[in-house]
């Protein structure tokens, strides 16, 4: 692969995660090198297999999961993504459309694919308050942490 314009990258990036599909998950890629790294708050994977079972997993435990991406910082092979995920619960609530916010650090290859995808972002807040009995546990750990 040639080198490629970071910002044209990121942009092409930005647009695959935001049109993610169950289908479109097999890209993945596409979008990262052979043995690129992830991590979030649940997991820490090496290689494009286990990156797309991470993506493939979410659309089976979730209803209608999906990005917004709502900003982009781009500084040479360095890249930050600031974004929505929004889905539906498919064992509790499943009208109530949620929204995690949080951010992923990327480290791009000279060709533009992903090297390294870390994403930022609060499993207490974003995720268990909104879970039924967890929630409510969660509220009251952070009142007392707070008072």
Known sequence: MTAADPR???????????TLTPQSVDQIGD???????FKDPFNEVQ?????????QHMFVALHEPHFVVTQQIVDGPQAFLVWEFRFRFKRFDTVTQQVVRGGSHLT???????REHRDYWDAAEELYEKL????????????????
């Open 108 to 114: 791009l290859s000279p060709d533009g694919r992903i």
């Open 8 to 18: 044209a990258a990121v942009a092409r990036i930005a647009a695959y995660f935001e």
């Open 31 to 37: 979008f990262y090198t052979p043995q690129a790294r």
């Open 47 to 55: 290689g494009i297999p286990a990156i797309t079972r991470i993506f």
């Open 132 to 147: 039924p009995g967890l929630g409510v546990l969660m509220r009251w750990l952070k009142q007392r942490a707070n008072s």
